[in-house]
């Protein structure tokens, strides 16, 4: 199914180093990272714990500079954050001062974007999360999981180029889980949005992704990267039983071998 | 069979236990308060000690209905109050508009922090009253200087309580709001500010804490009005029933207003506790 501006490349990481702390202290996060994400991919990031996933996701988000490479968005070096490039946290921080409506309406009402236009969006991406009539509820008031939804939609509400996620889904009950990812490969699809998707759970980037890349323990490089399809199965079947087939089999063990070399015992 | 949902009510009703008083605990309360006024009326009906050092609860009573209806010397006792409370507002509402900017400024930049902080923790631990002197050698008797005594009296624990506060606030927050497209004065206004209200308000609590105590003080050493001054010219003449009024009056109000602003905490920081 070729989409329009698909292809396109937007993220483009080059020769990427990241050191943290001081000279004596001083921690290699990661290094040597080339990577590229081009729009319309659902790309999953897995690898053990403590091996920079986040610190790649943070780089990527604005929130840290590499120590040395290079990170551009459509060309241009990622000089901080901005809402081209919504991020989605593990905990939902959701702001408890401002209602479920308030906190969707966050990124449009700080691009000035008029009123009812305001309310449109946040009208729209609500009822895609599945929370329509909870607008004025307050965010303390939802569970895990809709907290995570609106968390979702507050970022969908500014049509960013590409949405980061950093385990989204890891504080949540496996049937929450299961869930939010039906949820978010709808989405995915309907808005043909780009996604990058940090997670531990190989079976999670497998149902979801269209590209898996699998990192090493510290410092962080890229070990391999996976072109998969189940998500786009799982999608017109409607149902999951794609992994229950052998090919997902085959791709699971040699990711999972990949990762367990990487842990030391 | 009986057994069992009797069980099970207890324990879905012992979460609210610890939030709200239980029926127990008002009444050991009440209890409390009784047992001290029996003991005050045996002490004053044996005689244990002289009624001019410790009068009856019925003479504090009726001391009490006549301070309310013809004041004291003469001068009502709502002017007395009045006066008390002028300078704690005034006081306490310079402190709050200049302590919460800086607190939170000095909490974002280190370099404001530098020139506030020590400042702050050096005068913070005197006891107001041993610079009240200086204070009125400079700014004379009057309410001037008394304003002044309570301002910094209140300043430091809002202004510590705003450094923390951001010290304190979730990195994410603000990491979020700026990748929603926030600028740096929309960050400051829409995501810092309200996240530290809670421990803001702490502080106000605390400051009108302090500041009461310190007014009330700095009457009794220097002043021709005020609650404080009330009770000390009373001690003067030895009408320790207007002492005793003076003082039930100053421990009501100042229940009265702390209950007041917790109210308000509750109204305006109903997301306490959430963050």
Known sequence: MPRNGENELL?????????????????????????????GEFLCVLGPSGCGKSTLLKTIAGYIKPTSGSCLMQGKNIEGPDWHRGVVFQSPTLYPWMSVKDNV????????????????????????????????????????????????????????????????????DALTRDNMQTLIREIWKENNTTIFFITHDVDEALSLATRIVVMSKRPGKILKEFNVGFTHEIFNNNSKDVIYKEDYFAVKNEILDLIHSQIEV | MKFIPQLNKEKLLSPKKVTKKSKVEKRLTVLTWLTILAIWYLVTELR?????????????????????????????????LGASFRRLLIALGLAVTTAVPLGLLSGYFNKIEAIIDSVVEFYRPLPPLAYYTLLVLWFGIDDKSKVILLFLAGFAPIYIACVS???????????????????QKRVFFKIVLPACLPEIFTGIRTAFGVAYTTLVSAEMVAATSGIGWMVLDASNFLKSDVIFVGIIIMGITGVI????????????IFWKGHV
């Open chain 1, 11 to 39: 993220i483009d990481i080059n020769n990427l180093k990241l050191v943290y702390g001081e000279k004596a202290s001083s921690i290699l996060a990661l290094d040597n990272i080339n990577l590229q994400i081009k729009s």
């Open chain 1, 105 to 172: 309406e966050f990124g449009p009402k700080m691009r000035d974007i008029p009123k009812d236009e305001i309310k449109k969006i946040r009208t729209f991406f609500l009822e895609q999360v599945k929370l329509a009539g909870f607008g004025d509820k307050a965010t303390f008031e939802l569970s895990g999981g809709m907290k995570q939804r609106v968390a979702l939609a507050r970022v969908l509400a500014n049509y960013p180029q590409v949405i980061l996620m950093d385990e989204p889904f890891g504080a949540l």
């Open chain 2, 48 to 80: 244990i000690f002289s009624a001019t050092l410790v009068p009856s609860p019925y003479k504090v009573w009726l001391t009490f209905l006549t301070i309310l209806k013809e004041g004291y010397n003469g001068v009502s006792i709502w002017v007395h």
């Open chain 2, 165 to 183: 506060a951001v010290r304190k606030i979730n990195q994410d927050y603000i990491l979020s709001a700026k990748s929603l497209g926030a600028d």
């Open chain 2, 257 to 268: 207003i702390d209950a007041g602003l917790r109210f308000l905490e509750k109204k305006i």
